[in-house]
Structures are given as structure tokens and as C-alpha cells.
């Protein structure tokens, strides 16, 4: 399953708007049984490690044998964020 991160905005930042992102695509996007998540980062402009960790952490908790996959990563500050949160 594909996921367009640029649809919760392009200025990803704080805390309380990925765990709100994360709980809206668990709602109404995530499910139990896809094999992998595709975590598009196109028309992302700025992703801080606080949004990235209540997104990405949440998923990775909850959805323990999904795949994650990024693609379009080339934007230096979804790149770093994506380092810390892969901590």
C-alpha cells in the first residue's frame, strides 16, 4: 500500500500533528493485512524528527510485520529525520 505523506501536509513538524496523521491513517488508510507500506515523501518540503517519530514509530509498533519503504528521500530534512527515526 501506498502512502502519500505530502497528502498530511508539506511542512511536517511538530509532535502532535504526526501522532494525529498517524491516528487518521490508521483509521481510515492502515490495514493489518498489507504485506508493506509504501511511505511516498513527494511534495514534502520540511519533515522534522518529532513528526517522523509519532508517524513512523506508531506504524512500526503497531504494525509489526509490515514493511516500511521509503521513496522520494532525496529532501535533506526527510533524510535526516528518517535517520534519527531509524535509530
Not at 498517524?22 to 519533515?47: G, H, P, Q, T, W
Not at 503497531?62 to 527515526?85: C, D, G, M, R
Request: hydrophobic share 45%.
Amino acid at each position: 500500500m501506498r502512502i502519500d505523506i505530502g497528502k498530511f501536509g508539506n511542512a511536517l513538524i511538530s509532535r502532535p500533528e504526526g501522532r494525529e496523521a498517524f491516528l487518521s491513517a490508521r483509521a481510515y488508510i492502515l490495514k493489518k493485512d498489507e504485506k508493506e507500506f509504501v511511505l511516498d515523501f513527494i511534495n514534502v518540503e520540511v519533515l522534522t524528527p518529532s513528526w517522523a517519530d509519532e508517524f513512523i514509530s506508531a506504524i512500526k509498533k503497531e504494525f509489526v510485520h509490515t514493511a516500511i519503504i521509503y521513496e522520494n528521500t532525496t529532501n535533506p530534512s526527510v533524510q535526516e529525520s528518517l535517520k534519527w527515526v531509524s535509530n
